[in-house]
């Protein structure tokens, strides 16, 4: 799935429709129903690891405040809301999709807007989570074509998920991902690896475990926006064994691999936005950058998820269970 990196670039072309009402909408979401879209506001979108969030609200609930979407954005944003008046698991909408399972989708004014404790209006809010997933896209003011044959010899345009088609002119498509409404998205900047709120000791502290860090580095508590390109990359530039445990590993290699982390990272993000293809050392290599052979298999927790490894093992030694 995408990472951090390629996540916050979706942020980015999304940014310039918050504001915007959907007129227009389309794609292949059963659940969702793209239908359910038509004449929301998208209010906001945030990001935070790996996960893009996205609010909407019903026009009805502008005409009730008797103002632009834009100025009263902060009373839409207040945090000390009635909780019998947000949606929430027992107050959402939801209706069944044609595989018959339910999913909450925009309701309308009824039980969304009311009087807080300080006699501001207070509207419920509603969020919809985007999770990508491995080939999932942003497109924006276009469409996605199909690179090659697909198996059949078919060259068969990728399937939007979403469309949506503003008041302003533009579109945005969104390809490959799940999307369900949620509450409003908690913020954890400190282990966002993208973040200037990062916390370099919490997530040093993780790696410290008696487990192998290659584990600990695909932990969203810690490394949220990490995935597979980055875990390679971080451990192989650090010259440390995916499988070594963080409890055997000095705390000078420690600072070694979180300083990749967020090097590799940061430099992703800015080649995202100059344009640049992404370069690799290890990912998906056969060699490393000095000829030597690199090794693939398959690590994971043993009841959690399983990612391809690459590494070298003349660059990345394992320790011994001996060494301190």
């Known amino acids: 799935m ?24 389309g794609g292949s979401s059963k659940k969702l129903h793209p239908a359910s879209f038509q004449s929301l ?35 839409w944003q207040e945090e000390a809301m009635d909780p ?18 339910g999913e909450p989708v925009p309701s309308g004014s009824d039980g969304t807007y009311g009087l807080g404790e300080h006699n501001r209006l207070v509207v419920a ?9 491995l080939f999932g896209s942003v497109w924006v003011n276009d469409f996605s074509r199909a690179k090659k044959a697909n198996k059949r010899g078919d060259w068969k345009d990728p399937v939007p998920r979403l469309v949506l088609h503003f008041d302003a002119g533009g579109f945005l498509v969104f390809y490959s ?41 695909l932990d969203q508590r810690y490394f949220s926006g990490l995935g597979n390109i ?4 971080a451990l192989y530039r650090a010259g440390i064994h995916p499988l070594s445990l963080g409890s055997l590993l000095s705390s000078s290699s420690l600072e070694v691999l979180v300083d990749h982390v967020v090097e590799f990272s940061s430099d992703w993000l800015r080649d995202k936005f100059q344009g640049k293809e992404r370069h690799t050392q290890i990912y998906q290599k056969e060699q490393c950058p000095y000829g030597h052979q690199v090794m693939k298999e398959t690590f994971g ?22 060494e301190p």
Request: proline share 10%; charged share 20%; aromatic share 8%.
């Open 41 to 75: 506001w998208l209010q906001d979108a945030q990001v935070h690891g790996k996960k893009l969030f996205l609010r909407f609200d019903p026009e009805e609930e502008m005409e009730l405040l008797g103002s632009s979407p834009q100025s009263i954005q902060g009373v």
């Open 230 to 233: 980055i875990k390679n990359e």
């Open 125 to 133: 809010q509603r969020w919809l989570e985007v999770r990508f997933g």
């Open 2 to 25: 995408p990472e951090g990196p390629s996540v916050r670039k979706f942020h980015h072309l999304i940014s310039p429709f918050v504001g915007q009402k959907v007129v227009k909408t």
């Open 84 to 101: 019998e008046l947000a949606l929430g698991p027992n107050g959402q909408e939801t209706s069944a999709g044609p595989s018959g399972s």
């Open 177 to 217: 991902c799940q999307m369900s409404w949620s509450s409003p998205p908690v913020v954890e900047p400190t282990c966002d690896i993208l973040s200037e709120k990062f916390h370099r000791g919490q997530a040093l502290k993780a790696l410290s475990q008696a487990q192998p860090v290659c584990f600990t580095l």
């Open 301 to 322: 927790p043993p009841c959690g998820f399983q990612r391809l490894t690459w590494w070298c093992p003349q660059c990345q030694p394992q320790l011994s269970s001996e």
